[in-house]
């Protein structure tokens, strides 16, 4: 079972942070979780097993006013148990680097993207392309990470060219 946990931010109606403490009721409709605290400035969502999307609404009332707000969780599969809490797909760091030919890398546990490269430039082109082309580089550096060795970098490097090349072509038809 996974959890989410949920922290409104209160505003006045001039979009002013209201700091005082607040009396929230928190509420959901659907079976796929349930909610607790249901009273609090924060609460947490404890999915069952059961996949979906689900509305979490906060409501707080004070001097004979109400405000509401909804938000929506979605239930996915989680990755299996043991995982570092860090696995998945990182959030690329983009470096305009137009002068290198490096297409992106590892460092520092960060992974770069060269948004001066000119393959990041033509697969920004459309949104689609651009999903494709770093997917594509995450999977250079998922391989050169798995198997380390120096004379693989330049022939993935050149894979996620023709890809790219590739990619563009076909959208023109």
């Not at 700091?19 to 959901?28: A, D, K, Q, V």
């Not at 430039?121 to 494709?132: F, G, H, N, S, W």
């Amino acid at each position: 079972m996974a959890s989410a946990a949920c922290a409104p931010t209160a505003r006045d109606a001039s979009g002013t942070r209201i700091r005082r403490p607040l009396s929230i009721r928190w509420f959901t409709d659907s079976a796929l979780g349930r909610i607790e605290p249901a009273e609090g400035e924060a609460t947490t969502f404890h999915a069952g097993p059961d996949l979906g999307t689900v509305a979490i609404i906060a409501a707080t009332e004070e001097e004979g006013r109400t405000a509401r707000a909804e938000s929506t969780i979605k239930i996915v599969d989680v990755l299996a148990t043991g995982e570092e809490p860090r696995a998945g797909i990182p959030e690329p760091m983009f470096i305009d680097d137009p002068q290198s030919s490096w297409r992106s890398r590892i460092r520092d546990s960060h992974w770069e993207v060269n948004s001066g490269h000119p393959d990041y430039r033509i697969a920004c082109e459309t949104p689609r392309r651009k999903l494709r082309y770093l997917a594509a580089l995450l999977a250079k550096e998922v391989v050169l990470h798995s198997f380390p060795a120096p004379q693989l970098g330049p022939a993935l490097g050149r894979l996620v060219e023709v890809l790219t090349i590739t990619e563009r072509r076909l959208e023109w038809g």
